[in-house]
């Protein structure tokens, strides 16, 4: 006879195999005690018992989700070995040994993610584990699972790599802002998991990577719930971190999950950082994409209005629409079910706060190939994404006549909006274009179609101006075939380029030129507006610098170059003061006074700077201390006040700020560090410069890390 103690199986220990599971389930990254997986995919424990397991024993596993989870809700899970599957998981005993017990557990490929507290449950026993809670996550390597990603190496890129770029600046001149994703840091995905929780998405809405990649493209501004980045583009940001000052996702994240506050302060590349960590720390494959002279088109009828005063100044104060030079959101990979066939693949998605959709600041899953056929009805967001790679900008002189405002149109440009659009390359540190993603070439057959879609569900208004004070006429009735406007041909090939002639140094005379080409037969008078202004990426103007009015005569096909030059003494007191980025901006203004031609042109440039240098050795060994200098040589003119250094090598160097104090002309700065590699692998140190005078000098360098 056995005595009942025997009798009662019971459970003395379990172990999650943790090294092994995660290595198979590519989680292995994390810095957490718990164990993290991927849905759709076998994971073990092994089980200790009492005593061995008999065939008439009863034993199961039960994950829970959420509060108080009941099976009716599909909250709790039951499962008991080789009894097929309960909502799509499964569990079977893969061997016995003694008292040991292995059992291989697969969740549902379409499982909601999130944290599952596992308790084994023999008889009317329950074990609770320690460190019970399993961290369940999306699953871009198994096939049945929609974030599913074929390519091994887009894989590695998009959801395991936690460092990268983006890019800024302004299609002119294209650089990028090295970024640490860190979406493996301690307490990243504890507070991805508080986000989701916060959510208050369905566990049915949490299976889906559309409904919580929504989600998180709210949460990650702060506007309607107290999510983790509150943005600012005023240029004062006493009571917080200055946009320019972040290097990467994960102090940001970290101080979110500590203080439940929103962190201050974001603008987009920031917001599409953080974005880009949270969603490659759920497991659904992530990019930041950076669009070129994006619109921002208030009233989403696909015109962004530029107004210029009399000296060829742009005019802050009557724009409603605005084009950024930059702005950077993310897409996010997954397959579509809610929508019909050919949507799958690329969906683009904004935490930017720019406009509210359904009521919050939320913008996507839009379908990157939506945007580019035209079929911008589709879910979610996709007119306003649509109109911010194919807008047309329209340039307005604003003049007064009997003391009223009238607007003069002096050009339009249908192919300025929505250029180069850039992601960092797979495994690589370059830049990739990918307009052809969002856009047909433009002037193609395949263009003009989607236009015309595009346009019979946006429907836009006449070439009316449409500041805040004059009034906007529809100039469409019901059948009437889409207005799609043409860029004027002009009757003298009339052509305006803007360079500059001189390498654009802070502190030294800026050295421009407009350069002015006809190209038909004929004598020409052209007057020519130029001027030159600071503005933020935003598009908002911080100072004139200064304007020039010329009128010259061309003949036939030929071309004259007019010098624009800017005296340091115009700008460096501006420059100094303002907390933000800000880039040089010439607009010109060309008219031919026999023909009645008028055609503009603007160019964003950015200031040039001295780099930083990194000297540090190839290769290091696994907790073994190695020095890694920091070089920057002052090569400008001017003083650089209050240096700031900020140093972040995830797995080798902790963020840190050294302050530099004025850094001279012709002075060398050098900073030491002593880094301690804490993990394997290819690691990166990101180093940024910031002063008064330049608001980000930033350069990156890789390091392996062996055994």
Known sequence: MFSNTESNLEVTGIDFLKSQNTRQHHTDGYNINNLVVRRGQAFHVQVSLNRELRAADKLSLRFGIGENPVKDKGTLLSLKPEREDFNGWKISVVKKNGKECLLSVTSSPNAAVGKYNLHVKTGANIYKPENGVIYLLFNPWCEDDVVYLANEAQ????????????????????????????????????????????????LTDRRDPANVSRAMSALVNANDDRGVLLGNWSGNYINGTSPMDWIGSVTILQKYYKTKKPVRYGQCWVFAGV????????????????????????????????????????????????????????????????LPEGFDGWQAIDSTPQEQSQGLFQCGPCPVKAVREGDVYLPYDSKFVYAEVNADRVYWVVKKVNGKDKYFKVGTETQAIGKKISTKAVGQNRREDITREYKYPEGSKEERMSMQRAYSFIRPSGMVPRSGYASTIQTLSGGTQPFVPKEPVTKTGLHLEITNTEPLHPGNPLEMAITVKTSTPGNWTIDLTGSCQLQYYTGKVQANLGTIKETIKLEGTSEMQIPLKIAPDAYMKTLSSLEDEVLILVTAIAEVKETNDKLTKETSMRFQYPPITVQMPETAKLYNDFSCALIFKNKLNVTLENCKLLVEGLGIFKMTTFDQGDIMPGRIMKSEIICTPTRLGEKKIIAKLISNQIKGISTEKAITITE
């Open 275 to 338: 974005l880009n960590t949270v969603m490659r720390c759920l497991g659904v494959p992530c990019r930041c994409v950076s669009t070129f002279d994006a619109a921002h088109d208030t009233e989403e009828n696909l015109r962004v209005d530029v107004y210029l005063n009399e000296r060829g100044e742009k005019l802050n104060s009557l724009s409603l629409d605005s084009v950024w030079n930059f702005h950077v959101w993310n897409d996010a990979w997954m397959r579509r079910t809610d």
């Open 155 to 202: 894989r590695k890129e998009y959801v395991l790599n936690d460092t990268g770029c983006i890019y800024v600046g302004s299609a002119h001149s294209i650089y990028d802002r090295p970024w640490n994703y860190g979406q493996f840091e301690e307490f990243v995905l504890d507070a991805c998991m508080y986000l989701l929780d916060k959510s208050k998405l369905s």
